[in-house]
């Protein structure tokens, strides 16, 4: 994930989205993780910081809304959507961990992306899941070496 953030932060996730398209999700991903950290999520409404993940129910896609901008009294908004996919381990309290950083379509023909970044988002969760386990049995807690 930390590979995703670098290329967002360098305005290249996603050909479609305009540099400064880059620079406002940047911003507005930047807000939203810090509200998630501080547990002020806004779950509800017609644009929610934030969602669950019907598809994996322990994901939470971050949702940063870019700004809407009328041109010719149309709303002109960015082709992609940039979204966070994170969790909140049980393994650890007050962390919220970031699976997948990714883009999909800003129109009605979304899910078969948005299905693929849940997919590798909740596979990242598994192995980060097992990593943790695996290093806690190896350092003596929950029954492993002593």
Not at 7 to 15: E, G, K, Q, S, W
Not at 59 to 88: H, K, S, T
Request: glycine share 6%; with cysteine; charged share 25%.
């Amino acid at each position: 994930m930390t590979q995703e953030m670098q290329v967002f932060y360098t305005n290249a996730l996603d050909p479609q989205l305009s540099e400064a398209e880059h620079q406002d999700a940047f911003a507005r991903l930047r807000r939203l993780m810090q509200k998630a950290q501080q547990g002020i999520l806004d779950f509800s409404g017609k644009s929610p910081d934030a969602k669950v993940m019907s598809r994996a129910d322990f994901v939470i896609e971050l949702r940063p809304q870019p700004e809407r901008i009328y041109r010719f009294g149309r709303a002109n908004l960015p082709a992609r959507l940039v979204r966070l996919y994170c969790a909140e381990p049980t393994l650890r309290d007050r962390v919220i961990l970031g699976l997948h950083l990714g883009t999909k379509p800003n129109d009605d023909d979304v899910h078969d992306e948005q299905n693929a970044s849940i997919d590798i988002a909740a596979q990242r969760a598994h192995d980060w899941d097992i990593l943790q386990h695996t290093t806690n049995l190896n350092n003596g807690v929950g029954g492993g070496k002593s």
